[in-house]
């Protein structure tokens, strides 16, 4: 198992990387999110890996950070998501964008993805609703307590109860001022706030 990969970058392809190292040329797939957020080539690189092997064919897909690959890993359990899938996935949407499209069961930025219909985003939502989480909403300033974040939790997650979709929800919340110390009700009324405005 090859866990990251890291050397220069020799060059970026149309949906992967050649890295060298050690005097070998390593091709890894990557989503096209990753291919914009590299630096220019002949500037060192680490990519967290993961090898797939099936029959005759051995791929390394990579990613620039490790909760990337644990998302792409879980999408791979899903009954119908090949590799293929799970990039193209990751390719729309980053892996807070795929939290919140899993947790407000939005099936049509899911299946926006191409290869991806409605049945398989569908099941994706339904295999993975508990196991990715929402992403927590953190103010620009720093630490959180363990409080406030499920406090903050609770109101993105009251925002999507409402109808109001996964992203917008955590967008409302994030744009709250001073939320330290608030309860739920006034960080509600205050998101609501936000998305009406």
């Known amino acids: 198992m090859i866990s990251f990969v890291k050397g220069r970058l020799h060059s970026v392809l149309q949906d992967a990387v050649i890295i060298e190292t050690a005097g070998f040329g390593v091709s890894v797939r990557v989503p096209a999110n990753v291919l914009g957020a590299l630096p220019a080539p002949g500037s060192e690189v680490m990519i967290h890996t993961f ?6 064919v051995i791929n390394l897909f990579g990613f620039l950070s490790r909760d ?3 998302i792409f890993k879980m999408l791979l359990n899903v009954s119908g998501v090949g590799p293929k899938g799970a990039l193209a996935i990751l390719s729309v949407m980053s892996t807070d964008e795929l939290r ?3 947790a407000s069961a939005d099936i049509k930025k899911i299946s926006s993805a191409p290869g991806i219909g409605k049945k398989t985003a569908e099941r994706l939502v339904l295999e993975l609703k508990d196991k990715v989480g929402v992403p927590a909403v953190l103010p620009a300033d720093g ?3 363990e409080a406030d974040a499920g406090v903050t ?21 994030a744009s709250v001022k001073d939320r330290e110390g608030m309860t739920v009700e006034d960080l509600l009324k205050e998101a609501l706030k936000n998305v009406a405005g």
Not at 153 to 173: C, H, P
């Open 100 to 102: 919140m499209a899993v």
């Open 143 to 145: 630490d959180v307590s």
């Open 68 to 70: 990337d690959l644990d």
């Open 51 to 56: 090898m797939y092997v099936r029959e005759d």
């Open 153 to 173: 939790d609770e109101a993105v997650s009251a925002l999507m109860a409402l109808g109001i979709s996964g992203n917008d929800a955590l967008r409302a919340v």
